[in-house]
Every structure is written in structure tokens, then in C-alpha cells.
Nanobody
Framework: QVQLVESGGGLVQAGGSLRLSCAAS????????QGWYRQVRGKQREAVAT???????NYADSVKGRFTISRDNDKSTVHLQMNSLKPEDTAPYYC?????????WGQGTQVTVSS
């Protein structure tokens, strides 16, 4: 069983920065895809940034150039550096991990950007 623990959400003014982290714990898992999703009020959950086992990175168009996903060398922790935050980035952010055919989600961490 894999568990995900998120940290780093909070309240920031527009133009500010936040860094989210997600630590995965479990025995002998090999992450295939790691990333961050968010669910803006009234919209479906969307992928913000993902990184594959091989290091391929994808970003939502709305965050390109502002957000950066990275992970530690042992692949157990993934980070999301969010710069130039906008009020429309306000949402709960969920850490995501796929191991083979199993998917895991964090509990969510709230990001609120004030105008």
C-alpha cells in the first residue's frame, strides 16, 4: 500500500509563490506517473503537471512558464513550484501517483490566491 502526504499549501497574494511537496511511502513501489491535479470550483479535476518514470513532463497550458514540477532522486517525493500565482489558480491541489495499474491520491492541500 502506498500513502501520499502533501504539504505546502496556503494563502498567498497574486504574483506570489508557493511550493507544494508530496512524499510517498510504501514498500518497493516504482512510480510510473507522478503529478499534481487541481479541482477549480465548478470544473472537473484537471492535471496541472505530471512527470513520468522516464522523466517526461507535461503541464496544463494555463500554468506553463509559471509552475515547475520536480522530484527527488529516489523518486519518493515530488514538488510543484508555483510562481506568479493568479486568483484563478485557487483550488485544492491533489498529489497523484500511478504504480502499474494502481492509482493513489493525496488528501489535497488548499491553495488560495488573493487578488
Amino acid at each position: 500500500q502506498v500513502q501520499l502526504v502533501e504539504s505546502g499549501g496556503g494563502l498567498v497574494q497574486a504574483g506570489g509563490s508557493l511550493r507544494l511537496s508530496c512524499a510517498a511511502s510504501g514498500r518497493g513501489f516504482i512510480p510510473h506517473v507522478q503529478g499534481w491535479y487541481r479541482q477549480v470550483r465548478g470544473k472537473q479535476r484537471e492535471a496541472v503537471a505530471t512527470i513520468t518514470r522516464g522523466g517526461e513532463i507535461n503541464y496544463a497550458d494555463s500554468v506553463k512558464g509559471r509552475f515547475t514540477i520536480s522530484r527527488d532522486n529516489d523518486k519518493s517525493t515530488v514538488h510543484l513550484q508555483m510562481n506568479s500565482l493568479k486568483p484563478e489558480d485557487t483550488a485544492p491541489y491533489y498529489c497523484y501517483l500511478r504504480v502499474a495499474r494502481s492509482e493513489y491520491w493525496g488528501q489535497g492541500t488548499q491553495v488560495t490566491v488573493s487578488s
